[in-house]
C-alpha cells in the first residue's frame, strides 16, 4: 500500500516538473491532495448530518467545482441528487452576471446546495443564489472548498459549509484553472502570476 502511495506522489511530482520545464508557472503547493480528501470527508459528514432524509439536490456551477462535486458527492452518505448550471461571472467592465446552462430538472420544493470551488467577491453566487431562490426552494446552502471572506463584496451570502479559507493569490489544480489549463492536478497549486503573462504568450 505504501508503495503504491509513493508511486502515484512520484507521477504527479514529475507531471508538475514537466510542466514547469515548459514554461508552465506552476508554483508550490498550497493543499495537498490528502488534505482536501480529509476535508471533503468531513463536509461530506456534515452535509449529510444536516440534511438527512431532505433529499438534496448537489448543483455544481461549471466547470471548476466539477471534481469538488464529484468527491463530496461520495463523501456523502445521505441520498442526494446532482444538477450542474454554467454561469457567466462579472467581467470587471460592467457585464453582469447571467445564466448560459440552467439546470435540467425543476427545483421547485428541494433542498439544494451549491457546490462551489472558491467564494471570492460572491457576486456571481449572489446572483445564482438569487436566481434559484426564485424557483420556490425548500432551502437554499452553500458548500465551498475556498473561501476568501477578505474579498467579499456581498455580505447575505447562504455561504454554509467551507473547507478552507484562502490565499488572495492565483490558483490552480483540483477543478481550478487558468484559460482551461491545469485543472487535473491533484494538488492545489499557487500560480506563479510573474511568469504567468509569458506563459500565456507562449500558449
Known amino acids: 500500500m505504501t508503495r503504491r502511495r509513493d508511486q502515484g506522489q512520484g507521477a504527479a511530482a514529475t507531471t508538475v516538473d514537466l510542466l514547469r ?5 506552476i508554483g508550490e503547493v ?13 463536509l461530506g459528514d456534515e452535509i449529510t448530518e444536516a440534511l438527512a432524509g431532505a433529499e438534496p439536490v448537489l448543483l ?11 468527491d463530496l458527492s461520495r463523501a456523502i452518505s445521505t441520498p442526494h441528487e446532482l444538477e450542474t448550471v454554467q454561469v457567466a461571472g462579472y467581467d470587471g467592465r460592467g457585464g453582469g452576471a447571467r445564466l448560459l446552462k440552467d439546470a435540467d430538472r425543476s427545483l421547485a420544493g428541494r433542498h ?4 462551489e470551488d ?3 467577491t460572491g457576486l456571481t453566487l449572489a446572483f445564482l443564489a438569487r436566481t434559484l431562490r426564485e424557483r420556490g426552494l425548500a432551502s437554499l446552502a452553500v458548500a465551498a472548498l475556498l473561501d476568501r471572506p477578505h ?3 456581498v455580505d447575505d451570502l447562504p455561504l454554509r459549509f467551507v473547507g478552507f479559507t484562502a490565499p488572495d493569490e492565483l490558483l490552480c489544480g483540483y477543478g481550478l484553472g ?9 494538488d492545489v497549486h499557487v500560480v506563479d502570476a510573474d511568469a504567468l503573462p509569458a506563459a500565456i504568450d507562449a500558449a
Not at 30 to 42: D, F, G, K, Q, S
Not at 60 to 70: E, N, R
Not at 112 to 115: A, D, F, R, S
Not at 178 to 184: Q, S
Open 21 to 25: 520545464a515548459h514554461g508552465h508557472p
Open 30 to 42: 498550497l493543499l495537498h491532495r490528502r488534505a482536501i480528501a480529509a476535508r471533503v470527508a468531513e
Open 60 to 70: 455544481a456551477p461549471l466547470k471548476s467545482g466539477a471534481i469538488f462535486l464529484a
Open 112 to 115: 439544494v446546495v451549491v457546490v
Open 118 to 120: 472558491v467564494v471570492d
Open 151 to 153: 474579498r467579499r463584496l
Open 178 to 186: 487558468l484559460d482551461e489549463r491545469w485543472r487535473a492536478l491533484p
